[in-house]
Protein backbone atom coordinates (compact mmCIF):
# COMPACT_ATOMS: atom_id res chain seq x y z
CA UNK A 1 0.00 0.00 0.00
CA UNK A 2 1.48 3.77 -1.06
CA UNK A 3 0.03 6.36 1.12
CA UNK A 4 0.70 10.19 0.84
CA UNK A 5 1.41 12.25 3.25
CA UNK A 6 0.13 15.65 3.60
CA UNK A 7 1.46 18.34 6.55
CA UNK A 8 0.35 21.61 6.67
CA UNK A 9 -0.23 22.46 9.98
CA UNK A 10 2.07 25.13 10.89
CA UNK A 11 5.17 26.93 8.96
CA UNK A 12 6.19 23.63 7.05
CA UNK A 13 4.45 22.05 4.05
CA UNK A 14 5.42 18.89 3.74
CA UNK A 15 4.33 15.88 0.88
CA UNK A 16 5.53 12.35 1.12
CA UNK A 17 5.14 8.86 -0.32
CA UNK A 18 5.48 6.02 2.35
CA UNK A 19 5.10 2.37 0.81
CA UNK A 20 4.52 -0.34 3.61
CA UNK A 21 6.70 -2.67 1.32
CA UNK A 22 9.35 -0.49 0.89
CA UNK A 23 9.46 2.07 3.26
CA UNK A 24 9.87 6.14 2.51
CA UNK A 25 10.30 5.84 -1.18
CA UNK A 26 10.69 10.59 -0.89
CA UNK A 27 9.93 12.74 1.33
CA UNK A 28 10.24 17.36 0.11
CA UNK A 29 9.62 19.93 2.62
CA UNK A 30 9.35 23.56 2.40
CA UNK A 31 9.94 25.22 5.15
CA UNK A 32 8.67 29.13 5.60
CA UNK A 33 11.22 30.43 8.38
CA UNK A 34 12.56 32.80 5.87
CA UNK A 35 9.21 34.55 5.35
CA UNK A 36 8.32 34.53 9.32
CA UNK A 37 11.39 35.88 10.44
CA UNK A 38 10.86 39.47 9.96
CA UNK A 39 8.04 39.26 12.42
CA UNK A 40 9.70 37.37 14.95
CA UNK A 41 7.06 34.42 14.63
CA UNK A 42 4.67 32.81 12.24
CA UNK A 43 1.87 34.45 11.05
CA UNK A 44 -0.96 32.44 10.21
CA UNK A 45 -2.28 33.89 7.35
CA UNK A 46 0.85 34.33 6.08
CA UNK A 47 1.33 30.49 6.45
CA UNK A 48 -1.87 29.36 4.47
CA UNK A 49 -0.98 31.17 1.16
CA UNK A 50 2.07 29.87 0.97
CA UNK A 51 1.14 26.20 2.11
CA UNK A 52 -1.46 27.15 -0.77
CA UNK A 53 1.88 28.48 -3.27
CA UNK A 54 4.21 25.41 -2.11
CA UNK A 55 1.90 21.99 -1.72
CA UNK A 56 1.19 20.95 -5.57
CA UNK A 57 5.40 21.61 -6.50
CA UNK A 58 6.36 19.44 -3.67
CA UNK A 59 3.63 16.29 -4.68
CA UNK A 60 5.29 17.07 -7.90
CA UNK A 61 8.48 16.56 -6.75
CA UNK A 62 8.00 13.71 -4.59
CA UNK A 63 6.50 11.71 -7.09
CA UNK A 64 9.19 11.98 -9.70
CA UNK A 65 11.36 11.50 -7.15
CA UNK A 66 9.61 8.12 -6.62
CA UNK A 67 9.43 7.32 -10.47
CA UNK A 68 5.46 7.26 -9.73
CA UNK A 69 2.10 8.69 -11.36
CA UNK A 70 -0.50 9.90 -9.17
CA UNK A 71 -3.06 7.14 -9.37
CA UNK A 72 -0.05 4.48 -7.69
CA UNK A 73 -1.12 6.12 -4.25
CA UNK A 74 -3.41 3.68 -2.72
CA UNK A 75 -4.58 6.50 0.32
CA UNK A 76 -3.97 9.75 1.19
CA UNK A 77 -3.37 10.92 4.80
CA UNK A 78 -3.24 14.62 5.99
CA UNK A 79 -2.41 16.35 9.11
CA UNK A 80 -5.95 17.01 10.95
CA UNK A 81 -4.87 19.12 13.75
CA UNK A 82 -3.91 20.15 16.04
CA UNK A 83 -2.45 23.41 14.52
CA UNK A 84 -3.61 26.77 12.51
CA UNK A 85 -7.18 26.19 11.50
CA UNK A 86 -6.32 27.83 8.05
CA UNK A 87 -3.37 26.15 7.41
CA UNK A 88 -4.58 22.95 8.12
CA UNK A 89 -7.71 23.98 5.54
CA UNK A 90 -4.81 24.29 2.75
CA UNK A 91 -3.78 20.09 3.52
CA UNK A 92 -7.21 19.00 4.04
CA UNK A 93 -8.43 20.18 1.06
CA UNK A 94 -5.83 19.55 -1.40
CA UNK A 95 -5.73 15.46 0.15
CA UNK A 96 -9.56 15.56 0.70
CA UNK A 97 -9.66 16.83 -3.77
CA UNK A 98 -6.89 14.60 -4.97
CA UNK A 99 -8.54 11.44 -3.12
CA UNK A 100 -11.73 12.62 -4.60
CA UNK A 101 -10.51 12.85 -8.34
CA UNK A 102 -8.77 9.65 -7.54
CA UNK A 103 -11.50 7.99 -6.18
CA UNK A 104 -9.05 6.59 -3.22
CA UNK A 105 -9.61 6.60 0.99
CA UNK A 106 -8.62 9.95 2.89
CA UNK A 107 -7.37 9.66 6.11
CA UNK A 108 -7.04 12.70 8.72
CA UNK A 109 -3.78 11.95 11.11
CA UNK A 110 -3.26 13.76 14.35
CA UNK A 111 -0.21 15.78 13.68
CA UNK A 112 1.56 14.50 17.68
CA UNK A 113 0.68 11.20 16.66
CA UNK A 114 2.79 12.05 13.64
CA UNK A 115 5.80 12.61 15.77
CA UNK A 116 5.36 10.44 18.16
CA UNK A 117 5.52 7.31 15.88
CA UNK A 118 8.58 8.81 13.69
CA UNK A 119 11.24 7.54 15.17
CA UNK A 120 9.56 4.14 14.11
CA UNK A 121 11.08 5.09 10.36
CA UNK A 122 14.39 4.85 12.10
CA UNK A 123 16.88 2.74 10.75
CA UNK A 124 16.80 1.44 14.60
CA UNK A 125 13.14 1.30 15.14
CA UNK A 126 12.20 0.51 19.21
CA UNK A 127 9.43 -1.63 19.62
CA UNK A 128 5.78 -1.43 21.87
CA UNK A 129 5.81 -0.09 24.28
CA UNK A 130 7.55 2.48 25.21
CA UNK A 131 7.41 5.97 27.11
CA UNK A 132 7.77 8.95 24.82
CA UNK A 133 8.64 12.38 25.35
CA UNK A 134 7.06 15.14 23.08
CA UNK A 135 9.00 18.18 22.93
CA UNK A 136 7.38 20.84 20.07
CA UNK A 137 7.10 24.63 19.45
CA UNK A 138 3.29 23.52 21.00
CA UNK A 139 3.54 20.57 23.17
CA UNK A 140 5.52 18.96 25.68
CA UNK A 141 3.68 15.81 26.76
CA UNK A 142 4.97 12.57 28.29
CA UNK A 143 2.79 9.54 26.68
CA UNK A 144 2.57 5.68 27.31
CA UNK A 145 2.61 4.16 24.10
CA UNK A 146 1.45 0.72 24.26
CA UNK A 147 0.60 0.38 20.43
CA UNK A 148 -0.37 2.57 17.52
CA UNK A 149 -3.42 4.00 18.56
CA UNK A 150 -3.11 3.45 22.24
CA UNK A 151 -1.68 6.70 23.97
CA UNK A 152 -1.72 7.71 27.89
CA UNK A 153 -0.72 11.11 28.44
CA UNK A 154 1.43 11.05 31.84
CA UNK A 155 2.23 13.90 32.17
CA UNK A 156 2.35 17.61 30.25
CA UNK A 157 3.29 21.10 30.29
CA UNK A 158 0.77 23.57 32.66
CA UNK A 159 1.89 26.69 30.28
CA UNK A 160 4.63 27.23 27.76
CA UNK A 161 5.36 24.14 25.74
CA UNK A 162 9.63 23.41 25.93
CA UNK A 163 9.97 24.81 21.87
CA UNK A 164 8.25 27.63 22.79
CA UNK A 165 10.52 29.01 25.44
CA UNK A 166 13.05 28.26 23.52
CA UNK A 167 11.79 30.28 20.77
CA UNK A 168 10.21 33.24 23.20
CA UNK A 169 13.51 32.95 24.87
CA UNK A 170 15.47 33.44 21.71
CA UNK A 171 13.63 36.34 20.85
CA UNK A 172 14.59 38.25 24.73
CA UNK A 173 17.77 37.81 23.60
CA UNK A 174 17.45 39.35 20.14
CA UNK A 175 18.21 35.91 18.28
CA UNK A 176 16.56 34.76 15.08
CA UNK A 177 13.27 32.77 14.95
CA UNK A 178 12.79 29.76 15.41
CA UNK A 179 14.55 30.06 18.80
CA UNK A 180 15.57 26.28 19.09
CA UNK A 181 18.57 25.86 16.71
CA UNK A 182 20.22 29.42 17.64
CA UNK A 183 20.50 28.93 21.33
CA UNK A 184 21.37 25.81 21.34
CA UNK A 185 24.22 26.80 19.07
CA UNK A 186 25.55 29.70 20.91
CA UNK A 187 24.59 27.23 23.97
CA UNK A 188 27.87 25.57 23.19
CA UNK A 189 30.16 28.63 23.57
CA UNK A 190 28.51 29.18 27.26
CA UNK A 191 30.14 29.59 30.31
CA UNK A 192 27.86 27.34 32.97
CA UNK A 193 29.25 28.52 35.65
CA UNK A 194 28.21 32.50 34.80
CA UNK A 195 24.16 32.02 35.42
CA UNK A 196 21.83 29.65 37.34
CA UNK A 197 18.26 29.60 35.77
CA UNK A 198 15.38 27.78 37.45
CA UNK A 199 14.43 24.13 37.30
CA UNK A 200 10.64 24.62 37.04
CA UNK A 201 8.63 21.74 38.64
CA UNK A 202 11.89 19.43 38.68
CA UNK A 203 11.02 18.39 42.27
CA UNK A 204 7.21 18.12 41.75
CA UNK A 205 6.40 14.52 42.57
CA UNK A 206 4.21 14.47 39.22
CA UNK A 207 5.42 14.36 35.73
CA UNK A 208 3.79 17.57 34.85
CA UNK A 209 5.97 21.06 33.37
CA UNK A 210 5.97 24.36 33.53
CA UNK A 211 8.70 26.65 31.81
CA UNK A 212 6.74 29.84 31.38
CA UNK A 213 8.54 30.70 34.31
CA UNK A 214 12.16 29.76 32.81
CA UNK A 215 11.71 32.24 29.84
CA UNK A 216 10.96 35.13 32.78
CA UNK A 217 13.83 34.10 34.45
CA UNK A 218 15.78 34.81 31.43
CA UNK A 219 13.24 38.18 30.56
CA UNK A 220 15.05 39.38 33.89
CA UNK A 221 18.77 38.54 33.06
CA UNK A 222 18.25 40.49 30.26
CA UNK A 223 16.79 43.63 31.64
CA UNK A 224 18.97 43.95 34.69
CA UNK A 225 22.36 43.05 32.53
CA UNK A 226 23.54 46.45 32.51
CA UNK A 227 24.88 47.90 28.96
CA UNK A 228 23.86 45.83 25.84
CA UNK A 229 24.45 42.04 25.48
CA UNK A 230 27.78 41.03 24.18
CA UNK A 231 27.89 37.63 22.13
CA UNK A 232 29.59 35.88 24.81
CA UNK A 233 26.77 37.09 27.73
CA UNK A 234 24.11 35.86 25.11
CA UNK A 235 26.02 32.68 24.86
CA UNK A 236 26.35 32.44 29.06
CA UNK A 237 23.16 33.10 29.44
CA UNK A 238 21.53 30.35 26.62
CA UNK A 239 23.85 27.60 28.16
CA UNK A 240 22.36 28.21 31.37
CA UNK A 241 18.66 28.25 29.84
CA UNK A 242 19.89 24.98 27.83
CA UNK A 243 21.36 23.59 31.29
CA UNK A 244 17.94 24.17 32.98
CA UNK A 245 15.20 22.98 30.65
CA UNK A 246 17.27 19.97 29.70
CA UNK A 247 17.83 18.56 33.47
CA UNK A 248 14.38 19.01 34.11
CA UNK A 249 13.03 17.00 31.06
CA UNK A 250 15.54 14.68 31.41
CA UNK A 251 14.72 13.97 35.36
CA UNK A 252 10.94 13.93 33.84
CA UNK A 253 11.87 10.70 31.46
CA UNK A 254 13.65 8.86 34.06
CA UNK A 255 10.93 9.38 36.63
CA UNK A 256 8.24 8.50 34.23
CA UNK A 257 10.61 5.31 33.27
CA UNK A 258 11.02 4.59 36.95
CA UNK A 259 6.60 4.91 37.88
CA UNK A 260 5.65 2.44 34.24
CA UNK A 261 8.52 0.28 34.55
CA UNK A 262 9.67 0.52 31.14
CA UNK A 263 13.17 0.50 29.29
CA UNK A 264 12.37 2.10 26.11
CA UNK A 265 12.13 6.36 25.70
CA UNK A 266 11.66 7.99 22.43
CA UNK A 267 11.86 11.73 22.01
CA UNK A 268 9.56 13.02 19.45
CA UNK A 269 8.95 16.83 18.25
CA UNK A 270 11.55 19.81 16.97
CA UNK A 271 13.73 20.36 20.66
CA UNK A 272 14.24 16.25 19.77
CA UNK A 273 16.71 17.57 17.58
CA UNK A 274 18.62 19.55 20.64
CA UNK A 275 21.94 18.09 20.79
CA UNK A 276 22.52 18.44 24.52
CA UNK A 277 19.21 16.76 25.40
CA UNK A 278 20.38 13.92 23.36
CA UNK A 279 23.86 13.60 24.67
CA UNK A 280 21.97 14.01 28.40
CA UNK A 281 19.78 11.67 27.78
CA UNK A 282 22.44 9.13 26.01
CA UNK A 283 24.11 9.33 28.74
CA UNK A 284 21.37 9.02 31.31
CA UNK A 285 20.72 5.40 29.45
CA UNK A 286 23.86 4.08 29.79
CA UNK A 287 23.87 4.79 33.32
CA UNK A 288 20.44 3.41 34.04
CA UNK A 289 20.11 0.82 31.62
CA UNK A 290 17.36 1.57 29.28
CA UNK A 291 17.32 2.26 25.74
CA UNK A 292 16.46 5.71 23.94
CA UNK A 293 15.54 5.96 20.58
CA UNK A 294 14.95 9.60 18.21
CA UNK A 295 13.58 9.88 14.71
CA UNK A 296 16.37 10.66 12.24
CA UNK A 297 17.36 14.34 12.34
CA UNK A 298 15.88 15.49 9.55
CA UNK A 299 12.12 14.03 10.42
CA UNK A 300 12.81 15.68 13.93
CA UNK A 301 10.65 18.57 13.09
CA UNK A 302 7.58 19.35 10.77
CA UNK A 303 6.95 17.00 7.86
CA UNK A 304 4.85 14.67 5.65
CA UNK A 305 6.88 11.58 6.18
CA UNK A 306 5.71 11.30 9.71
CA UNK A 307 1.63 11.46 8.23
CA UNK A 308 1.95 9.35 5.37
CA UNK A 309 3.36 6.78 7.80
CA UNK A 310 0.94 7.22 10.83
CA UNK A 311 -1.65 6.99 7.76
CA UNK A 312 0.12 3.91 7.21
CA UNK A 313 -0.24 2.22 10.23
CA UNK A 314 -3.59 3.20 11.09
CA UNK A 315 -4.55 1.95 7.95
CA UNK A 316 -3.04 -1.22 8.74
CA UNK A 317 -4.59 -2.20 11.88
CA UNK A 318 -7.42 -0.99 11.28
CA UNK A 319 -8.56 -1.02 7.59
CA UNK A 320 -12.04 0.58 8.06
CA UNK A 321 -10.44 3.85 9.47
CA UNK A 322 -10.01 4.83 5.25
CA UNK A 323 -12.89 6.61 4.58
CA UNK A 324 -14.27 8.10 0.92
CA UNK A 325 -16.58 10.50 2.52
CA UNK A 326 -14.75 14.05 1.50
CA UNK A 327 -16.29 16.17 3.19
CA UNK A 328 -13.88 17.27 5.76
CA UNK A 329 -12.82 19.46 8.88
CA UNK A 330 -9.98 20.27 10.46
CA UNK A 331 -9.43 20.27 14.40
CA UNK A 332 -6.88 22.96 15.35
CA UNK A 333 -7.21 22.15 18.93
CA UNK A 334 -7.03 18.18 19.40
CA UNK A 335 -5.66 16.49 22.59
CA UNK A 336 -4.17 13.34 21.69
CA UNK A 337 -5.43 11.00 23.88
CA UNK A 338 -9.14 11.77 22.72
CA UNK A 339 -7.72 9.77 19.14
CA UNK A 340 -9.62 6.47 18.80
CA UNK A 341 -7.20 4.15 18.49
O1 LIG B 1 7.92 19.72 16.04
P1 LIG B 1 8.16 21.07 15.49
O2 LIG B 1 8.88 21.20 14.18
O3 LIG B 1 6.85 21.87 15.29
C1 LIG B 1 5.75 21.81 16.14
O4 LIG B 1 4.95 20.84 15.99
O5 LIG B 1 5.69 22.70 17.01
O6 LIG B 1 8.95 21.87 16.63
C2 LIG B 1 9.36 23.19 16.45
C3 LIG B 1 10.09 23.64 17.70
C4 LIG B 1 10.45 25.11 17.71
O7 LIG B 1 10.03 25.66 18.94
C5 LIG B 1 11.96 25.10 17.58
O8 LIG B 1 12.57 26.20 18.22
C6 LIG B 1 12.32 23.80 18.25
O9 LIG B 1 11.32 22.90 17.86
N1 LIG B 1 13.63 23.29 17.81
C7 LIG B 1 14.68 23.11 18.64
C8 LIG B 1 15.76 22.66 17.84
N2 LIG B 1 15.31 22.55 16.56
C9 LIG B 1 14.01 22.94 16.57
N3 LIG B 1 14.80 23.32 19.95
C10 LIG B 1 15.99 23.08 20.52
N4 LIG B 1 17.07 22.65 19.84
C11 LIG B 1 17.01 22.42 18.50
N5 LIG B 1 18.08 22.00 17.84
ZN1 LIG C 1 5.21 19.36 14.98
Redesign the pocket.
Known amino acids: MIVLGVES ?4 TGLALYDTKQGLLAHALYSQIAMHEQYGGVVPELASRDHVKRAIPLLEQVLSESQLVLSAVDAIAYTQGP ?1 LAGALLVGASLANGLAMALNKPVLGVH ?2 EG ?1 LLSPLLSAKPPEFPFIALL ?5 TQLMRVDDVGQYTLLGETLDD ?4 A ?2 KS ?1 KLMGLG ?9 LAETGDPAIYQLPRPMLHSKNLDFSFSGLKTAVLTLVKNHPGELSLQDKANIARAF ?1 DALVEVLVAKCLSALKTTGMKRLVI ?10 RAELNAAAARKRFEVFYPELEL ?4 GAMIAFAGALRLQKNPAAASFNYGFNVKPRWPLDAIES
Open positions: SCDEGHLHVSGGHAAGEFDAYPGGPAISKVAGGVGANAQLCTDN
